[in-house]
């Protein structure tokens, strides 16, 4: 069966990510089938909403596929991570101006390029089991597929606290962050879907959403924001004796120095300017370098191929980071850059 399963349901264009065993991990073939799907249904009246699901119970989408993105960069081939990143952005920021409303249904572990495909559309529905995270800097990368965006976007200074510790969101926190729009528990997200794809009327959601109480991040805000809203974090946090901070520098301190500087600079610079495009652009710079200049291939092999968990990244720590390095990472990418052709 395909990995993508697409088709026309009522009023609903349907779209399905269907490797439940890879928890529904990215391809290049799955963003450009989306993709494909989307414009098909751009002006076709008979398509008055989009609604993306998942098949399994563990993930909606747990992040990019990147065992090629690995065996390519690890043998100097540096293009092939370039072009998927820069087609699955196109599809990133499609997904975001989307003129239909798009309804996507987040259950188990949505992470990286799941965030892209889930998080940009109308509607993004969370439930019981939803488990939302950018943990991209524990593998040498930095939050991309516009994830930057909704950091800079979120309220406080949370954005840096998630963007750079990786955590984890359930339903309450991932809506209070805005990654999210509306809790439906998960024993009636079927019939919201028959009721959608009947009506195309998204009020039905509003009409079997409920109210959450105050999650972990909204009832820390200010710590969190005394802390990661300061010039220098990482010294703040070094420094602090709270328990959510001590956990979250122990978060840090397992994660790639480089991507971490990174990280700060660039949601700081989203939020001057917080357009998807802004945020494509800003991610673009580092993972179009990654490869061959950032900690992305060890934090890969550490990961997912030899699975010791033990990487050994090119600075020691956060502190260490030339500030050279960082704005190699960070510089405009000239005629690299990303295109837009609406």
């Given at each position: ?5 697409v ?11 269907n ?50 993105m ?36 987040l ?85 919201l879907?028959?009721?959608l ?45 709270d ?26 610079a ?12 800003h991610?673009?710079r ?27 990244w ?8 030339p500030?050279a390095d ?6 405009p ?10």
């Amino acid at each position: 069966m395909s990995d993508l399963i697409v088709r026309i349901d009522g009023v609903a264009g349907r779209i399905t990510l269907n490797r439940p065993k890879a928890l529904n991990a990215l391809t290049w073939d799955l963003v450009l089938g989306i993709e494909a799907a989307l414009d098909a249904w751009r002006d076709d009246d008979a398509v008055q909403i989009i609604v993306i699901d998942a098949v399994g119970d563990k993930a909606f989408c747990s992040g990019g596929d990147i065992a090629e993105m690995y065996a390519t960069g690890k043998a100097g081939d540096f293009t092939y991570g370039q072009r998927f990143w820069r087609d699955e952005y196109r599809l990133n920021r499609k997904i975001f101006h989307y003129a239909k409303p798009v309804v996507s249904f987040l259950h188990g572990f949505t992470m990286g390029g799941g965030v892209g495909v889930g998080c940009h559309g109308s509607h993004r529905i969370v439930g019981e089991t939803s488990q939302i995270a950018m943990p991209e800097v524990t593998i040498g990368l930095v939050p991309d597929v516009g994830g930057s965006l909704i950091l800079a976007t979120a309220p406080g200074h949370i954005g840096e606290y998630l963007g750079l510790t990786g955590t984890r969101m359930d339903a309450t926190d991932a809506i209070y962050a805005g990654f999210a729009d509306a809790y439906v528990p998960e024993d009636q997200w079927d019939v919201l879907k028959v009721q959608l794809c009947e009506t195309g009327d998204v009020a039905k959601i509003a009409d079997i959403a409920q109210g959450l109480p105050s999650g972990a991040l909204q009832k820390t805000q200010a710590v969190i924001d005394g802390v990661f809203g300061q010039d220098d974090v990482f010294s703040s946090a070094s420094s602090s004796s709270d328990d959510v901070i001590l956990a979250a520098t122990k978060k840090m301190q397992r994660n790639a120095p480089l991507a971490l500087q990174v990280t700060l600079r660039m949601i700081r610079a989203v939020r001057d300017a917080p357009t998807i495009e802004t945020a494509l652009d800003h991610e673009f710079r580092y993972t179009f370098r990654s490869a061959q200049y950032g900690d992305f291939i060890e934090g890969i092999r550490a990961a997912i191929i030899d699975r010791d968990r033990a990487p050994v990244w090119q600075h020691s720590n956060v502190t260490s980071v030339p500030a050279a390095d960082t704005a190699r990472m960070t510089a405009p990418l000239g005629d690299n850059a990303l295109i837009w052709e609406d």
